[in-house]
Every structure is written in structure tokens, then in C-alpha cells.
């Protein structure tokens, strides 16, 4: 598998803009730091996720601040027999990442009808011939589609998909070879046995993926209507990524960011917003927002009732020094037409 150089200077710029505003980090980055050089991995790597049919203006808008551009965009089929050729708006995408010199990552999922479906994974998972079908179109994407990389955004799964999911990977390790990058997304769980139960097994996992991306984010949401909270609370994220690092390297581990917020209860459904659109939300109700500086997010209650979490510019620094002192090996930030921009975070 491949080691690639990756670049140091987001993350000091996100510490020190988190040192210079006078914002306490996690313990050991904060006022009582002597510079982000000093406590900043030398290598560190910054994914941007892009849906496909998001403005590709936001890639060049972040360039200077990534390394990677992810975009989510392959779907399998219902019967779990192929997975659906990159639409003309991923190729722009990818085009606009190459323009700009960064890597395109072209993502994999099971996403159907609002929500990522275990049964399509299933069928793909647990049929030898399924996962043939998807390896060989995926390998074709990046020998001659002109993608770098891919990463497998297979969620929702239970303990029964271990063995399918271990065995996709390492066989499309075998067909794109070791110079490509592979990396995996893993729906965060507070203990080892929880990610045991959610299909993956990660110890197997570790050797034909180059990275794994710990989705820690939803924490809360819509799916809860009565129970507003973080969209994914430092204490949880550091509490996951803990219990991942007892199972994988830490350097081999890359922390997922919300670059979103939640609402609930008020007059309408609850339902996702972007920063720019809890913010304005907010402030046409004529509220002042807290910053829970536990959960590292920012918070708001309405006069209607509606409630608020969401996970900013701010919020990013944060976990970027947390994924510094816990050793992983960069931040992935979902996404970037919901997210803050990246470049203007410090």
C-alpha cells in the first residue's frame, strides 16, 4: 500500500488560529502552547467529501487546505450486482481536483431512498460473483477513468456482513494494486466490541486499506426527534477514535468532521442544515448562540422551540487538534457545500 507526503500546513494554520483566538483545545493544545509548529504532525492529511452535484467553485475555494477531494457519487444497484458508472457532474469534480492538484477519491456506497441500505450491501457482500462485478468496475474506474483512489462508504451493516465486507476489500486491494490508495469509512462506536457488531472487522480490515475514515458525526440527529444534541461531541469523538485505536494504528486513522448542523421540534420536520444556514437561522430569530465548549459545537433555542447543534469553522479546529494529540493521521471534513470554508477557518 501506498505512504503519501501529506501536507502539515492546514493543520498549523487551524492550531494556530485556535492558539492566536485564545480558544482552549483539548488538553496540551491551547493558550499554554508555544506555537502549532511545535505540537503539529509532520504529516497530516485533509480530505474534502463533495457530492457530486455540489458547485465545483467550493473545490477551488478550499484547494490550499486539502489534500484530498471526495466524491460521493457511485451508488450499487438494488440487486447488489454492479455499482453505477461516475455521472458526467463526478467527472467535473474530479477534473476540477486534478486542476487544482489534488487527489479525486471517488466513493463507493449502498445510499438509497434517503438512507444508506444494509440490505443492498448485503447482496453485494455475501455474493462472490456481486463483488466480482464491483471490483472489476471500480478497478476499470481508476486504471481508465481517471480516478486516484476510492474509498468503501458501505453503512449500516450488522455483524453478518464482516466476512463479505473483509473479503470486497482485500479483493479490491488484489485488482487496483498496491500503489492506489483504498481507504474505508467506519460509522463510529465507543467500544471495540461496537464496531464488532457494525460488520467490521478491523484488524482484518488494516491490511488492504491505507486508511480508515471514522465517520464521528450523527452522534445526534433528525432520527431522534425529541432528543436535540451534538452532531458529534469532542468527548464521543475522542471516546470512539480510542476505542478504533485499540484495534488499528493510530496513523493509520483519519477522523471525520460534521461540517453541518441539526434542527428539531419548532414548526417544521426536523431535518439538516448547513453552518451558514444555522447561523441564519439564528440570527433572523434574534438569538445569541452558545458554544458548548464540552461538545466543541455551537447551540441555539428559538422562541418557537426549535433547537439547534451545529459544527463549524470552530468545531473544526478542535477536532484537528484532538486528532493531533491523539496521533491520526489527518481529518476528512463532510462536506463541503454544507461546511464553512475550509481556507478561512483560521
Known amino acids: 500500500?501506498?505512504?503519501?507526503?501529506?501536507?502539515?500546513?492546514?493543520?498549523?494554520?487551524?492550531?494556530?488560529?485556535?492558539?492566536?483566538?485564545?480558544?482552549?483545545?483539548?488538553?496540551?493544545?491551547?493558550?499554554?502552547?508555544?506555537?502549532?509548529?511545535?505540537?503539529?504532525?509532520?504529516?497530516?492529511?485533509?480530505?474534502?467529501f463533495q457530492p457530486e452535484g455540489a458547485d465545483p467553485a467550493l473545490i477551488d475555494a478550499d484547494a490550499s487546505a486539502m489534500d484530498v477531494v471526495g466524491v460521493d457519487g457511485l451508488l450499487l444497484s438494488r440487486?447488489?450486482?454492479?455499482?453505477?458508472?461516475?455521472?458526467?457532474?463526478?467527472?467535473?469534480?474530479?477534473?476540477?481536483?486534478?486542476?487544482r492538484g489534488l487527489e479525486a477519491?471517488?466513493?463507493?456506497?449502498?445510499?438509497?431512498?434517503?438512507?444508506?441500505?444494509?440490505?443492498?450491501?448485503?447482496?453485494?457482500l455475501r455474493s462472490p460473483a456481486n463483488r466480482s462485478h464491483v471490483v472489476r468496475a471500480l478497478a476499470a474506474d481508476v486504471r481508465s477513468g481517471g480516478w486516484d483512489s476510492v474509498m468503501i462508504d458501505l453503512e449500516a451493516l450488522t455483524a453478518a456482513d464482516t466476512a463479505g465486507l473483509t473479503a470486497f476489500a482485500r479483493e479490491l486491494r488484489a485488482a487496483v494494486g498496491d500503489d492506489v490508495r483504498l481507504d474505508i469509512a467506519l460509522s463510529a462506536s465507543t467500544t471495540a466490541a461496537g464496531y464488532?457488531?457494525?460488520?467490521?472487522?478491523?484488524?482484518?480490515?488494516?491490511?488492504?486499506?491505507?486508511?480508515?475514515?471514522?465517520?464521528?458525526?450523527?452522534?445526534?440527529?433528525?432520527?431522534?426527534?425529541?432528543?436535540?444534541?451534538?452532531?458529534?461531541?469532542?468527548?464521543?469523538?475522542?471516546e470512539s477514535a480510542r476505542a478504533l485505536a485499540t484495534l488499528a494504528p493510530a496513523d493509520q486513522i483519519v477522523l471525520g468532521v460534521a461540517g453541518y448542523g441539526y434542527h428539531w421540534k419548532g414548526p417544521r420536520p426536523a431535518g439538516q442544515l448547513s453552518d451558514d444556514q444555522a447561523r441564519r437561522r439564528v440570527r433572523k430569530a434574534g438569538v445569541t448562540p452558545t458554544w458548548n465548549a464540552t461538545a466543541g459545537e455551537w447551540t441555539a433555542t428559538l422562541p418557537n422551540g426549535e433547537a439547534l447543534w451545529w459544527s463549524d469553522a470552530r468545531?473544526?479546529?478542535?477536532?484537528v487538534a484532538l486528532a493531533e494529540r491523539l496521533g491520526l493521521t489527518g481529518v476528512a471534513v463532510w462536506s463541503l457545500d454544507l461546511s464553512d470554508a475550509l481556507d478561512t477557518v483560521h
Open 1 to 48: 500500500m501506498i505512504t503519501r507526503p501529506r501536507s502539515a500546513g492546514f493543520a498549523v494554520a487551524l492550531i494556530a488560529g485556535l492558539v492566536l483566538s485564545g480558544c482552549a483545545g483539548p488538553a496540551g493544545v491551547g493558550a499554554g502552547s508555544t506555537g502549532a509548529d511545535a505540537s503539529t504532525p509532520a504529516w497530516f492529511d485533509v480530505t474534502g
Open 79 to 99: 440487486t447488489g450486482t454492479r455499482v453505477s458508472t461516475p455521472s458526467r457532474e463526478a467527472r467535473t469534480q474530479r477534473n476540477r481536483a486534478h486542476a
Open 105 to 124: 477519491q471517488l466513493l463507493v456506497s449502498n445510499y438509497a431512498d434517503g438512507d444508506f441500505s444494509e440490505p443492498i450491501a448485503r447482496r453485494m
Open 196 to 238: 464488532a457488531r457494525t460488520g467490521y472487522d478491523i484488524r482484518a480490515l488494516r491490511a488492504p486499506l491505507d486508511h480508515l475514515t471514522l465517520m464521528a458525526y450523527d452522534e445526534h440527529g433528525p432520527w431522534e426527534p425529541d432528543a436535540p444534541g451534538p452532531v458529534g461531541s469532542l468527548p464521543w469523538a475522542a
Open 315 to 319: 468545531s473544526l479546529r478542535e477536532r
